[in-house]
């Protein structure tokens, strides 16, 4: 990867990219750190706890969300309209048959999802705000003061969202790699500075009379290093299903007689099935602290909240569970195997030793299923090990995982981009 990148910063227009893709970054950042007037964000330290879903979006952000910055919703609302949008292409024909119009056909998508990102960051404003309210962390509350002050919050993180898809936009457009997935990547390496304090804390552990600890840290080292080499051969991986096309005559002219095949990624869903698993497990542990129950008075609903917390057992199985299911619904909705095997049929193309139609579609929804179940095993172990090792250490790396998964695979993701656009530019000739 590293040579990759010495090799794009020779060339004239890569250089230009990248320093572009730079830019935006950096004016991310800046945006992380400017604070929200009338806002006392020292108050909601509570809120931000190992274990409730505000951490998952805190960490999305890139801290933000816990400064109350200008981005603290970050890209959050414009990754949760693509998600909208993408399932809705499924269900609704309007939508679907845009998607198959070509250029004009995503552009009407896009700006269809921008306006629905607009609308989610305005409610997830409100939200914020009322939230913001009720912990006790703003300047004003009641008169003309307290209606300007909830005007201009909800306002500045509106703007601030829309800002971040925006900026992630122009990235798209000129910059290298995808806009929104760079803006998390780099919240995220941003908060990894986290990582000493872990260390820190693991360190004066062992002084305090708990040796164990001294070992514990270079086998943590050792088990980061082989979590990320175990995250790269497995999210590259993938199952190649053969297909070989007739041979047909047009003319004067013979085309098809080439072998290709099919490419089914082990890791086909990315890291969305952990989102997801991650936003359903933690709401209800969020509604408890809200709420704020007395056991007292109310034991079955606090049982009930406290039981989807980080270190209860009922949370962690729910969520390997969900991600697995998960990870099933998120492949059934992106890969229709009828679809393919018609493609194939009308394009004189099988696979060998496989009937075209019905037994073709039967035979890929075979491996697909094979293939996905692997998947959601190999995000169920990257998500929950951090989990484990979290709630038997006392160390705060539960959203390793998830946030392993997000870095490893936007770095893969820029790097193949820029392959692409070095072998679009400076091809071998075939006598070279």
């Known amino acids: 990867m590293l040579e990759t990148f010495r ?7 890569l250089r230009k990219r990248l320093l572009f893709t730079l830019m935006i970054l950096v004016l991310f950042r800046l945006g992380c750190a400017i604070p929200v007037p009338y806002i006392s964000s020292g108050a909601l330290s509570g809120m931000f706890s190992t274990g409730s879903m505000l951490t998952y979006l805190n960490m999305m952000s890139g801290g933000a969300l816990s400064e109350c910055t200008l981005f603290a919703l970050g890209v959050q609302p414009a990754i949760n309209a693509s998600i909208i ?25 896009l700006r269809i999802t921008n306006y629905v990102g607009a609308g989610l960051g305005l409610m997830l404003s409100i939200g914020y705000y009322f939230i913001i309210r009720n ?28 800002l971040c898809c925006w900026l992630g936009n122009q990235i798209d457009k000129q910059g290298i790699g995808n806009g929104l997935s760079l803006l998390i990547f780099s919240g995220i390496v941003a908060r990894w500075s986290g990582i000493y304090s872990s260390v820190t804390n693991i360190l004066a552990r062992a002084q305090a009379g708990e040796p164990m600890f001294y070992v514990f840290l270079p086998l943590l080292v050792v088990l980061a290093l082989v979590a990320v080499v175990f995250v790269v051969i497995l999210t590259n991986a993938e199952r190649r299903i053969p297909v070989q096309y007739a041979k047909r005559v047009v003319g004067r002219k013979m085309y098809g007689g080439q072998a290709s095949y099919i490419p089914i990624k082990v890791n086909m869903s990315g890291v969305m099935p952990i989102i997801f698993a991650s936003t359903l497990c933690g709401l209800p542990g969020m509604i408890g602290g809200f ?40 492949v059934a909705i992106q890969y229709n195997p009828v679809e393919i095997a018609n493609q194939l049929k009308k394009n004189n193309g099988t696979i060998p030793g496989i009937r075209p139609g019905k037994p073709t579609s039967d035979f890929i929804s075979r491996t697909l299923s094979k293939i996905t179940l692997i998947g959601a095993i190999f995000l169920a172990i990257v998500a929950g090990a951090p989990i484990l090792l979290g709630n038997l250490t006392g160390t705060s790396i539960q959203l390793g995982g998830t946030s392993l998964l997000i870095v490893v695979g936007v770095a893969l993701d820029t790097a193949r981009a820029l392959d692409g656009y070095m072998t679009a530019r400076f091809h071998k000739g075939f006598l070279e």
């Open 135 to 162: 912990m006790g962390a703003l300047k004003y509350t009641s008169g003309f003061d307290g209606i300007f002050c909830a005007v201009v919050i909800i306002l500045c993180f509106t703007a601030g969202a829309q």
């Open 291 to 330: 709420i704020n129950l007395d056991p007292v008075k109310h034991p079955i609903w606090a049982g009930f909240f406290s039981a989807f917390s980080y270190t209860s057992p009922i949370y962690f199985v729910a969520y390997m569970l969900l991600i697995v299911g998960f990870n099933y619904f998120y």
């Open 7 to 13: 090799k794009a910063w020779k060339m004239e227009d």
């Open 85 to 109: 949008i993408q399932l809705l292409t499924v269900a609704i024909p309007y939508l679907e048959n845009l998607s198959k119009e070509g250029e004009e056909g995503r552009r009407k998508l």
